[in-house]
């Protein structure tokens, strides 16, 4: 019997080194410095999503489940419009993968590039391809060229949001919402109270989609060299089919792939002044290579970079199950905020929202670090992502300045809180639930039965007090009088532009523009260099491994591969399954949430 155990444990102890040096090798291969030749293309798939924030959890990455952030693309491309080997971009595209604002985002960092004379050529087998091509052929138009593939179609069809009500259903099954809400445009709830949209809340989705739609065809007529009228009149005749596209002048060559690569080689060829082989290098590879090291770096000023992404929750960040993301927790948000203050080489602070809401308690937590942090002599600016409304504008508005792309959806200043009473459905099947308790409110929160007139007041008092909080807060963070902003909130969602309109938001851009105001609240030069640090300061895959290996791991890799094996079989169900996550939590807290909607073409 002891050899047996003897013979199995050597095995065992083969088998963990073998599995360690594997991953060893591929932690090594994955993070190696490749060099870069003389004469570079960059190659870019923009087909690929990206995250906002770096992942947290280290076995996403081993798995192969990490994609490259937003800051990262764009803080790449920003390089090498710098760097004279990179002689210009090939791309590709066709699914619209991104959103309106980080669309926005990426076409102003391929304007760079065109601008310090790099080429810029996209290619597309098609866009859209019997779904809407909206968001790519967007981006598409940054770039100088745009080819297509013959047979492809350029389905620009337009933009609709598409409003699902549940009221009917939810009546057929005896099942009672009871939601409050502060004021009329905060729409989220509607989704189970009404059975159509109200006059405030069709209003305002009408004059979201208007103005996102706006900026789409001026920009694309201003990047194709057209009139607004010629653009709107192709959107209405699309999806055009290949040819249609480029009598329309909207597509510049009907082409392939391949041959797109060779006219981009030939035109680095040209432009290193054809002795020095031009070589395809991806983004990635290009973000490997080590940059010129800048010894005047080191003097630099040192900026802390805070991402929150996701619903805003109590608690640490984790993965939520129903929405498939990681939630904005609140305080792991305001411990990057507490190590930021302690740390006397961080002068400012750049915060990335990226979230639609969520609970307004813990909303108040991170504002509350955005204005600590101002206290110590550190200015704060928000970069606000594809959306941050509600509890997102909430931890917003405390900064120094707010920046948002034109098309990023924000305010939604508003509050909402209530519960969906199952008593009807109980009773229909039978099912008897006796409450047994003390407190005149302790069945408050009970699906099984309504609110009290009692409760309801209670109810209505914190509403009342929390929108209150909202709206002074607006007011003392944007300088603005509180009848003024009593006006212009109301649960109200705006693009960018708009809230730029309103004074909720300084200016427009993404992270080149957040970092020039960064600048400007530490009174330096437009060209000042600038270091940054990403908190909070993330676990790397080779400290996973030696935790793991060590026995530390805070989770087992038959844990992690069994939550990923999850997480890819919930991922069908997951958009319809985040819509409710709010209200399955609405016991919890008062929430403060922007409106549900399907989004087609932004």
């Not at 080590?290 to 802390?304: G, K, R």
């Not at 609140?330 to 930021?340: H, L, M, N, R």
């Not at 730029?500 to 993404?510: F, Q, S, W």
Request: glycine residues 8%; neutral net charge.
């Amino acid at each position: 019997m002891r050899i047996i155990l003897r013979v199995f444990a050597i095995i065992g102890f083969l088998s963990v080194l073998l599995v360690a040096g594997a991953i060893g090798l591929a932690y090594h291969f994955a993070n190696r410095q490749p060099t870069l030749p003389d004469n570079i293309v960059l190659e870019l798939d923009l087909e690929q999503p990206l995250a906002e924030a770096p992942a947290t959890d280290p076995i996403a990455g081993l798995l192969g489940n990490r994609h490259a952030t937003v800051e990262q693309v764009v803080r790449t491309l920003n390089r090498a419009a710098k760097d004279p080997r990179v002689k210009g971009i090939i791309a590709r595209t066709g699914n619209g993968v991104h959103s309106f604002a980080v669309t926005q985002e990426l076409r102003d960092s391929i304007a760079k590039l065109r601008k310090e004379g790099r080429f810029a050529i996209i290619h597309a087998e098609s866009f859209g391809e019997m779904g809407n091509g909206m968001q790519p052929y967007y981006l598409a138009t940054a770039f100088e060229q745009v080819w297509m593939q013959p047979m492809g179609d350029l389905a620009i069809t337009g933009m609709q949001a598409e409003l699902a009500f549940l009221r009917g259903t939810l009546d057929k099954l005896k099942v009672e919402p009871q939601f409050r809400k502060r004021e009329e445009y905060k729409s989220f709830a509607e989704q189970y109270t009404e059975t159509g949209p109200t006059a405030a809340n069709r209003e305002a989705i009408d004059g979201l989609v208007g103005d996102l739609f706006n900026q789409w065809v001026s920009d694309v007529a201003l990047a194709r060299g057209l009139n607004d009228a010629a653009v709107r009149a192709a959107v209405d005749k699309a999806p055009l089919l290949d040819k249609d596209a480029v009598e329309a002048k909207l597509v510049d060559k009907l082409a392939y792939w391949d041959e797109a690569v060779d006219w981009a080689l030939e035109k680095a060829k040209a432009a290193g002044g054809g002795t020095v082989k031009p070589e395809l290098v991806s983004l990635h590879d290009y973000n490997l290579a080590p940059p010129a090291i800048d010894l005047s770096i080191n003097e630099a000023p040192l900026v802390a970079m805070i991402v929150g992404d996701g619903a805003i929750m109590r608690g640490d960040n984790q993965a939520d199950p129903l929405s498939g993301e990681e939630t904005f927790g609140a305080a792991t948000i305001a411990a990057a905020f507490d190590e930021a203050i302690k740390n006397d080489q961080v002068k400012a602070i750049l915060f990335r929202v990226n979230s639609p809401g969520g609970s307004a308690v813990a909303s108040e937590v991170i504002r509350r670090k955005v204005l600590k942090a101002k206290e110590a002599g550190k200015p704060v600016v928000v970069s606000m992502g594809s959306v941050a409304a509600s509890g997102g504008y909430w931890v917003s508005m405390g900064a120094d300045r707010i920046v948002a792309a034109p098309g990023t959806i924000t305010g939604s200043i508003g509050v909402v809180a209530g519960k969906i009473v199952l008593r009807g459905l109980t009773d229909w099947a039978g099912v008897n639930i006796e409450p047994i308790s003390r407190g005149a409110n302790a069945g408050m929160w009970s699906s099984n039965t309504p609110f009290t007139p009692g409760q309801e007041e209670r109810l209505n008092a914190f509403l009342d007090s929390t929108y209150a909080s909202f709206t002074q807060g607006v007011a003392a963070g944007r300088n603005l009088p509180l009848d003024r902003v009593q006006q212009i909130a109301k649960g109200r969602v705006y693009t960018g532009r708009q809230a730029k309109e309103l004074g909720l938001v300084d200016a427009l851009g993404g992270y080149a523009t957040a970092l020039a105001e960064v600048r400007k609240v530490l009174k330096l030069a437009d060209d000042a260099p600038l270091r940054a640090i990403t908190l909070p300061q993330k676990r790397s895959q080779f400290e996973f491994l030696l935790d793991m290996l060590s026995g530390d791991a805070r989770v087992s890799v038959g844990d992690a591969v069994a939550a990923h094996v999850a997480d890819r079989t919930l991922a069908p169900y997951r958009p319809a399954l985040a819509t409710l996550a709010p209200y399955l939590r609405a016991d919890q807290d008062m929430v403060a949430v922007m409106p549900a909607m399907v989004r087609q073409g932004f």
